[in-house]
């Protein structure tokens, strides 16, 4: 093979022995049909030792034409190539691969000492290859400081958009790499889940005049003028309901506003207070008052009517809407994270349960889904800031409104993609477990998000 070319794609198969014959047929073909891909120029198939335990091994090797390529054909030729392999053999094959890339470091470098500082191994390189500390002792400038803190912000190069870029428009890619091995040119997959969560609940939830208002000027207060105009808005609009109330036949005569309103708001405590099951919640539009009825608490678990009883849901009442909510909105916003942290485990311990027979452990499931959750929250970060980029450039709502239906329907497409090229499986299966899947994802989401709810309600 030449040596003149890009990276090595290895691939390695071992089936058992009853296979034999249709496996050298299959590795032929795939030998053939490799040359005329654009990106290889020379293939090599070559016999392992056989071992003891009567199965034949064979080693495939793909010479590519530079970096470009072999990132193109591992998504696309090399992904298929295992997938046919594992949908034709089954659970007879094993099936492994790797990268080679020519090592082009220098022998040694001229440093003062030609060991690291920090574990003492022999230098090549400006860096040690065991603990990875830079092989340069001198301390850096402020500059340098800088420039190393942000360096992977700014440079197209590096980790970060090495990360973002595949995460982004190649489904499953990340989990791929990283289960072969292929993991330095990458952010660690948690690093990248909770950086990529703080930026979108940043993004989403941070108001900065309502969390920095100190560095805000205080709004001013209305004018008499403004409070009479508002006034007489709202009793506009409240006469305008109360004019669609008549049209109902729900209330009657030619009493005034004051009368009607009254005549509605008692109705509606009637109907509240004939209701005998559950937790019947009625607030005093003039007091503010919570008036809690426990109803039937018998069907509810003991746990929960031990924690939630009437007078207590009383008192949390009285204290949400002391404040408009506001309070009991920031301890819910608080809990969501924690809520989707839960919700990883769970989805992973699904995944173990679909995919039984893939010889994979749980903490390669539970990386799978750490990797689908930061897709998800760049995905929703990307869409709220081409929101209100468009908002303020004045983009017609027609293109705004087909890019987020798009990008909406980009994420459960992703999913699916994501599940056949991390687990090789066919269409029709994937499509089987990716509805299993979705359906323990609406339904756990659900569960977490109750708990975080819960959570904030005693917590307020």
């Not at 609406?442 to 307020?460: C, I, K, Q, R």
Request: with cysteine.
């Amino acid at each position: 093979m030449t040596t003149s070319a890009g990276p090595l794609y290895e691939l390695t198969l071992s089936v058992e022995r009853g296979f034999a014959a249709e496996f050298e047929a299959w590795l032929s073909e795939l030998a053939e049909t490799s040359l005329q891909q654009p990106g290889i120029v020379d293939t090599r198939v070559f016999a392992l030792s056989e071992n003891a335990d009567e199965r034949v091994t064979r080693t495939c090797q793909f010479q590519c034409v530079d970096e470009n390529a072999a990132d193109e054909l591992v998504d696309g030729f090399f992904a298929d190539a295992d997938a046919q392999a594992a949908q034709q053999f089954g659970d007879s094959v094993i099936i492994s691969s790797r990268l080679l890339r020519e090592d082009s470091s220098p022998e040694l470098v001229s440093f003062e000492n030609p060991n690291c500082l920090n574990c003492g191994t022999r230098l090549r390189g400006q860096y040690c290859g065991v603990c990875g500390q830079r092989a340069r002792n001198r301390l850096i400038s402020l500059w340098q400081l800088v420039s190393e803190a942000f360096g992977d912000l700014f440079e197209i190069d590096s980790r970060l958009w090495r990360t973002l870029i595949p995460l982004l428009s190649r489904p499953g890619r990340l989990t791929r790499d990283y289960l072969e091995g292929r993991r330095a040119r990458y952010m660690p997959p948690f690093r990248t889940y909770l950086v990529l969560s703080v930026i979108f609940f940043v993004v989403a939830f941070f108001d900065p005049r309502d969390d920095l208002s100190l560095l805000f000027e205080p709004e001013p207060e209305p004018t008499p003028e403004e409070l009479a105009e508002e006034q007489s808005e709202a009793e506009e609009a409240k006469q305008e309901v109360l004019d669609e109330l008549a049209k109902e036949g729900i209330i009657v005569g030619d009493t005034d506003v004051e009368e009607q309103a009254e005549a509605v708001h008692e109705a509606i405590e009637q109907v509240t207070e004939t209701d005998d099951g559950g937790f019947n919640i009625q607030i005093d539009d003039d007091t503010g008052d919570c008036n809690v009825n426990g109803g039937d608490l018998s069907e509810l678990p003991e746990w929960f009517k031990r924690r939630f009883t009437p007078e207590r849901l009383e008192r949390v009442c009285e204290r949400v809407t002391m404040d408009g909510g506001k309070t009991f909105l920031d301890l819910l916003l608080d809990n969501i994270p924690v809520a989707l942290i839960v919700l990883l485990p769970l989805m992973a311990l699904v995944l173990k349960i679909l995919y039984p027979l893939s010889r994979r452990y749980f903490v390669e499931h539970l990386l799978f889904v750490v990797h689908y959750h930061a897709f998800f929250f760049l995905i929703l970060t990307l869409q709220i800031l081409f929101a209100r980029i468009t908002v303020t450039l004045q983009v017609p709502g027609t293109v705004v409104t087909l890019a987020i239906v798009a990008a909406a329907f980009y994420i459960p497409v992703y999913l699916y993609i994501a599940m056949r090229r991390v687990y090789g499986q066919g269409r029709v299966l994937t499509f089987l477990k990716y509805v299993g899947l979705v359906i323990s994802y609406s339904v756990g989401a659900t569960l977490t998000m109750l708990g975080a709810v819960l959570f904030a309600l005693v917590a307020v």
